[in-house]
């Protein structure tokens, strides 16, 4: 259990489409938009894991053109949002290209991403700790995956929050934003080859 917690909390604190999704939410809209972007994201996080769990995503996702239909989307969206950050200059760039996502916004976004589908499965098919009773390992499984979650993309947004806050010079805004494009074209390439790896 010990093991599936700090898989849980490294997979969850590593940057993703996710969390620089809402951390540019934060920035870009505040605490109030945000926290309804974060509320989408984990409502989506939770269908993803209810899919994973009754075996519904192994059915949907072994029709190939459905898994590449899902996987063209979601790539398609994070390059769309790597072009717009790495052109958007001396501005943080999700204060330009996000216009006040909310609720369906985020949980499209976990909805779409068939690597959200590929890390639910590692971690309800692997990570056996509790062999006795099936109900009650994913139910720990799912309180600690929740609690992780809820924690680290609170902590996410309040970065992105503060970070809209600094006076910060443009040649630094400009250098942060071609590190969040690299990050969501690193982020769309891992996921690509991943899934076509399957």
């Known amino acids: ?22 951390a540019g939410v934060g920035a870009a809209f505040g605490w ?18 209810l899919a994973v769990i009754t075996g ?20 398609g969206y994070l390059g769309y949002l790597a072009f717009r950050i790495a052109l958007a200059g001396s501005k943080i760039a999700f204060i330009e290209i996000l216009r006040a996502p909310g ?11 068939p690597k959200a589908y590929a890390v639910h ?4 098919t ?13 139910s720990l499984k799912l309180v600690i995956l929740n609690t992780t979650w809820l924690l680290l993309h609170t902590l996410w947004l309040y970065m992105g929050y503060r970070l809209h806050e600094l006076q910060l010079s443009s040649k630094v805004q400009n250098w ?3 590190f969040m494009a690299l990050c969501l074209c690193l982020v769309i390439s891992l996921s690509v080859n991943s899934i076509l790896k399957v």
């Open 121 to 124: 499965t590692t971690f309800f």
């Open 126 to 138: 692997g990570f056996a700790f509790h062999p006795g009773s099936f109900a009650v390992e994913i």
């Open 103 to 113: 609720f369906v916004a985020g949980m499209s976004l976990q909805f779409i991403n």
């Open 1 to 22: 259990m010990i093991t599936f917690a700090i898989v849980s909390f490294l997979m969850f604190a590593t940057p993703g489409p996710g969390v620089l999704s809402l």
């Open 176 to 178: 942060i934003n071609i």
């Open 56 to 75: 519904l995503s192994a059915i949907i996702l072994a029709e190939p053109v459905v898994r590449t239909i899902l996987l063209f989307s979601s790539a």
């Open 32 to 49: 109030r938009q945000g926290f309804l972007y974060m509320a989408g994201l984990f409502v989506g996080h939770l269908l993803v894991s």
